[in-house]
């Protein structure tokens, strides 16, 4: 039976050890959730069980060993409400201010000096296919992000409307000083008054919070904690499903939730609504009665297509967000291959790209189209962008995973055996990286996402337009008075970033995603 | 000389061939040390055949670092090639009409000379026919997708895939008291065409005095290219669709009035849309005698998958025809050697065959009692290609004997196509995407 448990800020991994949770001993690790505010600890047999392969550090491969997540099995009754509009009304008396107390309590738990930060990047070291580098970076990223300013700076941006910063929309009725119009009864109105009309009031407008299922990916370190970090910052209530491939900084996430509420009763009611919990993507008893229009207003959905496809047929009746599947590429232009140290540069900038968490973001570039002369040019960019990737495995070791190591020797031996392909480690199971000149188009299904990069050749880089679709969420362009010329062009095919080549990851407070602006589609613009 | 090599490896097949005859036998003439020396011996000459002679093969070869004598595990990890091989060539040439560049892909990826005359094709079906006038036999095969996939034949490996199922299936033929004579063939595919699920049909009338077909026309590249491309998929071949079941079993009929039984083969999905069609009118069964024979995938190209234990209660209850004289292969154009599926429900692997199991790497597995990946091959009766290949298939291979009789390695269950999910992950995406 799984239980609910209490664990206090102070000393709160001396609490966590005497409950055995979050503690690697024996291969398994015991995983605490949230289920509307109640930390629930797995026991007996109603647990999920996550088998994890552990990873050799030094050579960032698997090493044959295993380790197991056990999680509390949750029921859709634990995770849903009763009287939804209550729950509404409650959330939107949390003063703003005091969520973002609470958020930056909880962030400072979880920063990688503090006692339960260590332990969890300990606790995700030892599976995770991230370098040492790029895994500080999620978890810094994760505390950092919910830190008061940096909440407060993405809500006033995002939810800005002329110059009032966001959260006074989230905080109160306010005014809105815009032109306007009585409607076609207006005359009426007044033609049918007994005497003279009061003045009306002014309109005002305020994003009331809503409820909302989160249904996360686990490409990424960051995707569940961000996703839940828009939950919160837009003073909502609702379910975030953790990702199989990257459970525990949720559950670290919900243990500080957790843990910093105590200091801050205002913001209690947010923890009350708020459910950071597991269960295997297409359990239908939990699925079929949690989204339940009645219910929820929002629904977000993060992944695969299947995934996507299944939850999005499950939320019929409630808006639903999605972030499908996308990919970057990076539009090379011919200038880059002029000479050596133009090459040299260019290539340096173009596997940054690469890098981001591994290739497997929306937003990390698969392919690069290059605008050379002859296939001699193109070879010559995938020399150098090779020798950047080398150079990049010293920096921030990656392998392959078994299955994407068999995906790539496919390629090899099937369907790109007439391509050149440049290995960083060597063919075989000794790669780590590779560049692959293309004399075809490929098909992206079967990329294995793992620092590989497809070539092709193109004569002119606006060519490379015909490539550009709504699956392409970034386009890095080089040089940057290339980027400037195809930037509306690239647009044109419903490409959310035209970004400098190198700089795909740059990120800043208020950017849309996916085109939207998320905060803005999450919250309830109410007219009052 | 490489001539030469090729004669030999085709030798060692009959010899092979010989041995997988003593092997269905099951009279204890079967000397399996033996043919495992034999079959080591012509993988490794068609290994350095292969390398000397396609020219794909030998750049994976020089990649990988392995020379002419390699031992089998390092042939298996470093040179099995993969179906995509079969057409990794750019689908733009196809519609460009550029047959100069699948001629020159085709070279690359085989053995064997192609006629310079394929060059001037005026489409996809003259093509094959120029390279069959110059004695060249390619067959195709397609998925969902739309891309064929080519797989050539010189002479001799053509002969090979003739003659290697007939050396150890006539057994099975044999003791169900087949009087070929006495049947006529009735085949739920077309009359003609180069698919290679259409050979079984032009087989079975090399035996039959009467072959019917569910579609009497010969399948032609151009159109079944024109049918699987995704935008019109289904609309042309729809039309008549309904009319040729209705013929076919009026055709059924016919052999039943005349008191013939009849050996039907088809895919598992046709199979089953006959036996609802025939329940619908409430048709007789087939005359006593009578044998089914599946092939082609358990999957339609909708994804849908035939239920095997409802298929042949109904195959029973609608055809008459029992469990036992349900035969089943486990075949591909890529493979001269088809697996039969035994009353126990085993593929059986002929000793013509060297069967691998890989891992999630693509690493073989040690050949254990009882291993579990993906399916690959070694099949040293093929010259014209490189027959080294890992499929898509997941499956579990067990090698003790069977209950059945025979010996050696065999599949046990169900046959299911490798996922990709894992690996495409979040970017991954976008099935139909092309970069």
Known sequence: MSTPMAVAAPGLCDGLDRAGLLCAGAGVIRVPVLTRGRLVVPEGDEVIEIVETTIDRATMRADGGVRRLLLPRVAAADLTYSDPATVRARLAAVPFGELCRWLDTAAALLEPDAPLGARLRALVAATSELADPLLDAALWLNAASLNAAAVREVVDRELSIGAVPGSRFLDEWVEIDAPGWEGATGPLRAALASGPEAPAPAPRLRALPTLQVHVTAGNAPVVAPMSALRLLATRSGGVVKLPSGSILPGAALAVALHAAADAHPAARPVLDALSLVYWRGGDAAVEQPLFDPAVFDRVVVWGAPDAVERVGGLARGIRTLTFNPRYGVSLIGREALTDTAACHTAARLAAADVLVWNQRACIASLVHYVEAPDEDAADRWAVALRDALADADRLVPAAPSPAALGQIARMRRGSLIGARWYWVGGPGRDARAAVVVAPAPFDLASHPLSRVVIVRRVARLDEAAAFLHRGVSTVGVHPEPRRLELRDAVAAHGVSNVVPLGRAERAFAGMPHDGMRVLAELVEWTNG | ?435
């Not at chain 2, 394929?118 to 006038?133: G, H, I, Q, S």
């Not at chain 2, 009338?205 to 159109?223: G, H, N, Q």
Request: charged residues 25%; negative net charge; aromatic residues 8%.
């Open chain 2, 1 to 435: 000389m490489v001539a030469a090599t090729e004669r030999e490896i085709h030798e060692l097949g009959g010899q092979l061939r010989a041995a997988a005859n003593a092997w269905a036998a099951r009279d204890g003439s079967f000397d399996e040390l033996a043919a495992t020396r034999l079959r080591h011996h012509a993988i490794a000459r068609c290994h350095a055949y292969y390398r000397a002679t396609i020219p794909a093969y030998r750049r994976l070869c020089a990649e990988m670092d392995v020379g002419d004598t390699a031992p089998l595990e390092l042939l298996a990890e470093r040179c099995t090639v993969t179906e995509d091989l079969f057409k990794s060539y750019d689908a733009r040439w196809v519609g460009d009409r550029d047959f100069a560049a699948l001629s020159h892909w085709l070279r690359d990826v085989g053995a064997e000379a192609v006629p310079e005359s394929a060059a001037a094709a005026r489409d996809v079906d003259d093509w094959l026919d120029r390279l069959e006038a110059g004695r060249l036999h390619v067959l195709y095969s397609s998925g969902t997708s739309g891309k064929l996939s080519f797989v050539p034949r010189g002479e001799a490996s053509w002969n090979a895939y003739r003659a290697n199922g007939p050396s150890y299936l006539m057994y099975r033929v044999q003791r169900l008291g087949i009087d070929l004579s006495a049947m006529d063939g009735a085949v739920l595919g077309f009359r003609g065409g180069r698919m290679g699920i259409q050979q079984a049909g032009a087989e079975l009338s090399r035996y039959l005095p009467t072959v019917r077909y569910l579609y009497d026309w010969e399948i032609r590249a151009e159109t079944l290219r024109t049918l699987l491309t995704p935008s019109i998929v289904g609309a042309p071949v729809a039309v008549g669709h309904d009319e040729a079941y209705w013929r076919f079993l009026a055709a059924l009929r016919r052999s039943s009035d005349a008191d013939r039984a009849v050996w039907l083969f088809g895919a598992p999905y046709q199979v089953h849309r006959l036996c609802a069609l025939m329940q619908a009118i409430d048709a007789p069964p087939l005359r006593a005698g009578s044998v089914v024979t599946l092939g082609g995938g358990w999957k339609a190209f909708e994804g849908e998958r035939v239920d095997r234990s409802t298929l042949g209660a109904l195959i029973e209850a609608t055809l008459g025809v029992p469990a036992e004289r349900v035969l089943e292969a486990y075949a591909m154009v890529e493979l001269n050697t088809p697996l039969m599926r035994c009353p126990q429900d085993r593929y059986h692997v002929p000793p013509i065959l060297e069967p691998w199991v890989f891992d999630d790497a693509l690493l073989p597995r040690l050949p254990e009692e009882d291993v579990t990946g993906t399916f690959g091959f070694m099949d040293p009766t093929a010259t014209s290609y490189p027959a080294f290949l890992a499929t898509s298939d997941q499956v579990r291979l067990v090698r003790a004997p069977c209950p059945c009789g025979l010996v050696g390695p065999a599949v046990v269950g169900e046959v299911r196509r490798t996922s990709g999910a894992e690996v495409r992950g979040c970017g991954g995406i976008l099935a139909t995407v092309r970069a």
